[in-house]
T-cell receptor, first 112, second 113 residues
C-alpha cells in the first residue's frame, strides 16, 4: 500500500458542485499539506496542518476548505467548484523540518 | 514573500548529453533546498541541500548549493531517456514556515534518443 493515498484519482464535476478530495497516510507524520499544480506554475500551497488542531492557509486558499479528521486524514473541499480550479491536486506529508515530503499520487480534477 | 525561480523552463537534449538545471531563490531565514523529479504524477525526492559548497551525488545526478549567491544547480551526466521529467526545486525556511515548501515552476527536461 502507498504511504500517502489520495482519492479519487480522477474526477470530473460541474461548476457549482461541492466536491471533496481525500488523503490518508500511513507514515505517522503530523504535518500534512494540500498543493495544486497547474502547467508551468509548479506547486502552489493551498492549506497545511501541523496536527489535528492546527490548520493554516497557504498561498491560494480562497475557494477551498480543509478538515483534519485525524492524524492520518486530511481532506480538501471545494464548496462551489469553478472551472479555474481544474488542476492536479497533491497531498503530501512531512516528518518535520529538515525532512523532505512524501507525495500522494495526485487527483486530477476537471471542472466543466 | 518567498520566491523560487527555475531556469530554463524547458530543455530538449540528446541522449548522452550533460545538462545543468538552475534554481535561484529569495527566502527569509533559509533552512534547506530540495530537488524533486516528477515523471507522471507524484514528485519523487532527489536531494536536500543545507550547506554551501557540499555536492550531493546519486549516480549520474549531482547537486550543489551556493547560499551566498542564493542558487542551486542540478547536474545530470550521460543523460538517458528515462531522465525525461519535470524537475522541481523547492525551498524551506526556518520557523513555523519551515514546515512548508515553496516550489519553483519546474524545468521540463526531454531526452531524445
Amino acid at each position: 500500500d502507498a504511504d500517502v493515498t489520495q482519492t479519487p484519482r480522477n474526477r470530473i464535476t460541474k461548476t457549482g458542485k461541492r466536491i471533496m478530495l481525500e488523503c490518508s497516510q500511513t507514515k505517522g507524520h503530523d504535518r500534512m499539506y494540500w498543493y495544486r499544480q497547474d502547467p508551468g506554475l509548479g506547486l502552489q500551497l493551498i492549506y497545511y496542518s501541523f496536527d489535528v488542531k492546527d490548520i493554516n492557509k497557504g498561498e491560494i486558499s480562497d475557494g477551498y476548505s480543509v478538515s483534519r479528521q485525524a492524524q492520518a486524514k486530511f481532506s480538501l473541499s471545494l464548496e462551489s467548484a469553478i472551472p479555474n480550479q481544474t488542476a492536479l491536486y497533491f497531498c503530501a506529508t512531512s516528518g518535520g523540518a529538515g525532512y523532505g515530503y512524501t507525495f500522494g499520487s495526485g487527483t486530477r480534477l476537471t471542472v466543466v | 514573500e518567498d520566491k523560487v525561480v527555475q531556469s530554463p523552463l524547458s530543455l530538449v537534449v540528446h541522449e548522452g548529453d550533460t545538462v545543468t538545471l538552475n534554481c535561484s531563490y529569495e527566502v527569509t531565514n533559509f533552512r534547506s533546498l530540495l530537488w524533486y523529479k516528477q515523471e507522471k504524477k507524484a514528485p519523487t525526492f532527489l536531494f536536500m541541500l543545507t550547506s554551501s559548497g557540499i555536492e550531493k551525488k546519486s549516480g549520474r545526478l549531482s547537486s550543489i548549493l551556493d547560499k551566498k549567491e542564493l542558487f542551486s544547480i542540478l547536474n545530470i551526466t550521460a543523460t538517458q531517456t528515462g531522465d525525461s521529467a519535470v524537475y522541481l526545486c523547492a525551498v524551506a525556511s526556518r520557523g513555523k514556515g519551515a514546515q512548508k515548501l515553496v516550489f519553483g515552476q519546474g524545468t521540463r527536461l526531454t531526452i531524445n534518443p
